[in-house]
């Protein structure tokens, strides 16, 4: 006989709800891309209970009226020592019985007396919100040091771990060995807690590259079954693409890149990682450009984006259908970005679009299309990657390239180039080919001589300085280690202007310590002949509107300006788009 639900016991209704889960397609929990904030860009590591609160209300009066929902707290929020961007392992994270994370009871004080995350978690829900945190691949070495037991089971800690799994820029976790007994109970066990605090959003870094097969299968598992949709994300990137198919099966979305920030370079390279994910974009699963970097980072410092370019940005995001998740300071947004993010227009083809694809690469001129559901009309984004600045070269003019630097290339290299009768000097590093776009590297002793003596190039000022992730700095890594060189990332370009009398440049090169050992990146040395054709200042895209299946006469409307601009029929051009720019319309047949 079939009892009411209100005969059944408490276990008997969640073993209920977690096989009615388990039936269903995790697909349904994300269907179109997540759109939300995530607290790393601001507040790195170090968001509290009431800036969070603050934050939401924010969130709530300004950008849920258009669909912005999700909201993440991100990476160590068990920790209470926290101040900024860097992980301080030295101190005691905050963790229950069974190996697994709690809030911090300092930053997260409703937390306390083993209430986890759930008063938090109600609080977003009552205000129309869902709520997510990072985590960590694996299980804590905390845990693992203490061998606390696996819940609901004989086995500790010891038991299911793997030591020689851990991610090489963080040192919070061991990787949990998938093939031993008690290993999927830890995990079940995870989100068996997420899911009683009310966690709707879970995004796992040191999954993505390298590709953890055996770990995402078991979070997969334990997700289903939690008895709670929780919408996964894998991360960092780049994800290899031969794991696409995989991904499509375990995940709601992942990472295309590194950590996203306000840099051109980056933002230049990600619309060839989103092209090539195109095939892998399906309904559930989206490819993830990671986080807008607009407004208000790093506690207070505006974004390095002009306007044009956080424009470009959202609307490559918008067509390509990456998630949408704001690293901006919602308490302090200005009108103009505001105005970017609550477009109604834009966000409707992020969430409400088909067949989005990369239509035409000609150079540095690109258009994307995507088809409107359930009409004849379609999308058409136009985008000038081009610049006239000295962060546009021609690889093929440098002076010197360097080996591959890293995997399956040399650990460092000593590099001597000629650089007698040049005008100014660049040096360029840059990935070669395996995602390392973020990847911190160094020119170790760089100097030039000649007639004039010997001039350390730490003493010399830079005409221009620009890096894929924080800042070129002299005499230190990215991160802050002392170096006897220049510190930066790749995707870098420095460029000085050459004194009279040297001939001749020498430098050390390297990826620094802390760089992740998989890694390969090429430094280039270069003079003014890799800069005598730059973009020009504007240029025409003309396309095809048969190529879209678009035939007679169509309406143009202008997406970003809001209004019709006109009608076209056969071609249609974009006039005179300028470098750094992006233009988008919606091309409707013409009754």
């Not at 949709?229 to 499509?248: K, R």
């Not at 239509?359 to 610049?387: C, E, H, M, R």
Request: proline share 5%.
């Amino acid at each position: 006989m079939k009892l009411p639900i209100r005969y059944l016991s408490a276990a008997g209704v969640a073993l209920a709800a977690a096989a009615t889960l388990s039936a269903a397609d995790f697909h349904d929990w994300a269907p179109t891309p997540p759109m939300g904030w995530n607290s790393f860009d601001c507040f790195g590591l170090s968001l509290t209970e009431a800036q969070a609160k603050e934050q939401a209300e924010a969130m709530i009066k300004q950008l849920k009226p258009f669909g912005w929902n999700v909201f993440v707290i991100d990476h160590q929020w068990y920790n209470d020592n926290q101040k900024g961007f860097q992980s301080d392992i030295r101190h005691q994270f905050a963790m229950d019985e069974y190996g697994r994370f709690i809030p911090a009871p300092e930053r997260f004080p409703s937390s306390k007396d083993g209430k986890g995350l759930k008063p938090l978690a109600d609080y977003m829900h009552e205000r129309g919100l869902k709520i997510g945190v990072h985590l960590m691949r694996g299980i804590p070495r905390q845990a693992v040091r203490e061998n606390t037991k696996v819940k609901g089971t004989n086995y500790r800690a010891q038991d299911i771990v793997n030591m020689r799994s851990t991610c090489p820029w963080n040192q919070d976790m061991y990787g949990v060995d998938m093939s031993k007994p008690g290993a999927q109970e830890y995990y079940d066990s995870v989100f068996e807690q997420f899911a009683e605090w009310g966690l709707d959003f879970i995004k796992i870094d040191d999954l993505s590259r390298p590709y953890a097969t055996a770990e995402i299968e078991g979070i997969r598992k334990a997700i289903d079954k939690c008895g709670r949709p929780i919408i996964l994300s894998l991360s960092p990137g780049d994800t290899p693409i031969q794991n696409g198919a995989h991904a499509d099966r375990h995940a709601n979305m992942w990472r295309v890149s590194d950590d996203f920030w306000d840099r051109w370079e980056p933002l230049r390279g990600m619309f060839g990682r989103l092209h090539r994910w195109e095939p892998y974009r399906i309904k559930g699963s989206w490819p993830d450009a990671d986080m807008l970097p607009f407004g208000i980072i790093e506690f207070t410092r505006p974004t390095n984006f002009t306007h044009d370019e956080m424009r470009l940005c959202f609307t490559l995001w918008s067509i390509a259908r990456s998630p949408l998740i704001l690293g901006a300071d919602m308490t302090k947004l200005d009108d103009w970005t505001l105005k970017l993010l609550t477009n109604k227009e834009v966000i409707e083809i992020n969430q409400n679009s088909e067949n989005n694809r990369q239509l035409i690469q000609d150079g540095d001129l690109i258009v994307w299309t995507a088809d409107v559901p359930g009409s004849q009309d379609k999308y058409l984004a136009f985008f000038n990657t081009g610049t006239s600045e000295y962060n546009k070269y021609d690889r093929r003019k440098a002076i010197l390239e360097s080996d591959g630097i890293g995997l399956n290339g040399v650990p460092e290299e000593e590099l001597s180039a000629n650089i007698r009768g040049s005008k100014i000097l660049a040096l360029a590093v840059i990935d070669d080919g395996y995602g390392s776009s973020y990847s911190h590297s160094a020119w170790i002793q760089p100097e030039i001589s000649g007639p004039a003596g010997t001039k350390k190039l730490v003493d010399m000022k830079w005409a221009s300085a620009q890096a894929g992730w924080g800042a070129v700095r002299n005499g230190l890594t990215s991160d802050g280690q002392e170096i006897d060189g220049i510190g930066t990332h790749a995707l870098s370009l420095i460029v000085y202007k050459l004194p009279e009398g040297y001939d001749t440049f020498k430098s050390k090169v390297k990826l620094v310590d802390n760089s992740d050992s998989r890694n390969r990146l090429k430094f280039l040395v270069l003079n003014e002949k890799a800069f005598e054709q730059p973009s020009p200042e504007t240029s025409d895209i003309k396309v095809d509107l048969s190529s879209i299946g678009l035939s007679g006469k169509v309406v143009v409307r202008d997406l970003w300006e809001g209004k019709e601009i006109g009608t076209a029929e056969g071609t249609f051009t974009c006039e005179k788009l300028p470098c750094h720019t992006t233009r988008l319309y919606r091309l409707s047949p013409a009754k």
